[in-house]
């Protein structure tokens, strides 16, 4: 127990505050970005304050102290992991030390339309100390200062003018951020709503990003200070705030079964351009599992395996394994969704059904246990996190993929490492 709670504290906090470390030197002649990116992959492998974890940390502050400024976004990058738990793509940034990157990068990514993921993953980091709550010593108030402003320039200049959906669910998660510092700041503020209405005027209707925004200034306007009535709530539903969002959710979710009228709202909403409010949505039929699964089921399985947002699939992933009995009879419909070449998933949407389908295996028969195996070790690696689930739901008859969870934690980092050592496999040899 003690080995898995350090295992979970890190992904918020243990990489800045593991210690000092013994400086190690650094190999010599090696690459400075490769000797970083090296370090930091052997600390997300070791035990946080072990000796390994340790070493590496000492040979990363080596490798980035000597590195030269115009080098550090390269690296950054580098470390950026879309797929890792919260808090570690911070931790790689908070490795840099405060205010690490020259503001004109920072511009140049936010700029650059064409940038590739991971520095997507790397600019939602960074935004990421914007936040209210984010640690201080992250990032300077003026800095802070300078990313909002620059933010809201860059949302200013490209009102009018059509951006591709990723540059659409970027500017979401950005503005997201700021805003929960910055919304109200009587120095940033006004700049930011101004530019963020002129961008939704002059959206085209399908732009998600676009969409949220009326809501955002509305609640910017009119802040809400307690969820305790039914059109609050629903207001509360496009918070940019999750937590917000969340406890929305949760009112509804005790307020829709006494009021089918509202109910309806709520499932009209599964049509939203919103996708944080879309996801919002069905978080309450989570909450509402009583309220007419023979409606509700049925949505909540269209919208998994057919909304392109991914919030939206992971929340419909949620309320469908919270009504796991009523949709018990859904095996077949999840896996043809999984097998269909017509309309392959994409390695998100195959995670979210992998993981209703672990919810719901035992009411799988043979034949489909065979193929939910066969799916979750050919997704193994890149829908990770629904083929583990998967493959500890199925237990012993998922025995042909022990060489195969056996290759993924010797290669893998703690955490992954960790979850098949520790459940997955147990699981499985019982």
């Known amino acids: 127990m003690r080995r898995l709670a350090r295992t979970i504290a890190v992904a918020c906090a243990a990489f800045a505050a593991a210690g000092t470390a013994r400086q190690a030197p ?19 492998r070791a035990e946080v304050a072990s000796a390994e974890f340790l070493a590496a940390k000492g040979r990363l502050a080596v490798a980035l102290g000597t590195m030269p400024v115009t080098r550090r976004l390269e690296a950054a990058t580098s470390m950026m992991d879309r797929d890792a738990p919260p808090g570690v793509n911070a931790a790689a940034v908070e490795q840099f030390g405060r205010d690490p990157f020259p503001i004109t990068d920072i511009q140049r990514l936010l700029w650059d339309a064409q940038r590739p993921y991971a520095q997507r993953v790397l600019l939602k980091a960074y935004y990421g100390f914007c936040r209210a709550e984010a640690k201080a010593s992250s990032l300077s108030e003026e800095t802070q200062g300078q990313l909002v402003a620059m933010l809201a320039q860059r949302i200013d200049n490209l009102a009018g003018t059509p951006i591709h959906y990723g540059e659409q669910r970027l500017f979401v998660h950005l ?18 709503t ?28 009119s802040p809400i200070t307690s969820i305790d009535n039914f059109g609050t709530a ?45 996801a ?56 043809e969704a999984l097998t269909d070449p017509s309309r392959p998933p994409k390695r998100k949407r195959t995670t979210s059904i992998l993981r209703v389908l672990a919810a719901l295996v035992k009411s799988a028969t043979d034949e489909q246990k065979t193929l939910i195996l066969r799916i979750a070790r050919l997704r193994l690696e890149s829908s990770t996190d629904g083929a583990l689930a998967a493959l500890q739901a199925l237990g012993p008859a998922a025995k042909p993929a022990v060489p195969d969870l056996q290759a993924l934690a010797a290669k893998s980092d703690r955490y992954i490492a960790d979850r098949i050592e520790r459940h997955v496999l147990p699981a499985i040899q019982r």
């Open 280 to 335: 919002a949505a069905v978080q309450v039929f989570a909450f509402a599992k009583g309220y007419r699964p023979e409606d509700t089921v049925p949505k909540l399985l269209a919208t998994l395996t057919h909304d392109s947002g991914v919030i939206v699939q992971e929340a419909a992933a949620k309320a469908l394994i919270a009504r796991s009995e009523q949709a018990a009879g859904q095996v077949g419909l999840l896996l």
């Open 26 to 44: 650094a190999v010599p002649g090696a690459d400075p970005v490769a000797e970083a990116v090296g370090q930091w992959r052997q600390m997300r």
């Open 234 to 278: 629903v207001r509360a539903l496009g918070h940019w705030e999750p937590l917000s969002r969340l406890r929305a959710a949760a009112y509804l979710g005790e307020y829709i079964p006494n009021d089918d009228k509202a109910a309806q709202v709520l499932l009209a909403m599964l049509r939203d351009p919103r996708h944080e409010a879309r």
């Open 175 to 192: 503005c997201s951020d700021v805003l929960t510092k910055f919304g109200t700041s009587a120095q940033y503020g006004p700049a930011l």
């Open 194 to 221: 101004q530019a963020l209405r002129n961008y939704a005027e002059k959206a085209q209707k399908t732009d998600c990003f676009a969409a949220a925004i009326p809501a955002w200034l509305d609640l910017i306007q």
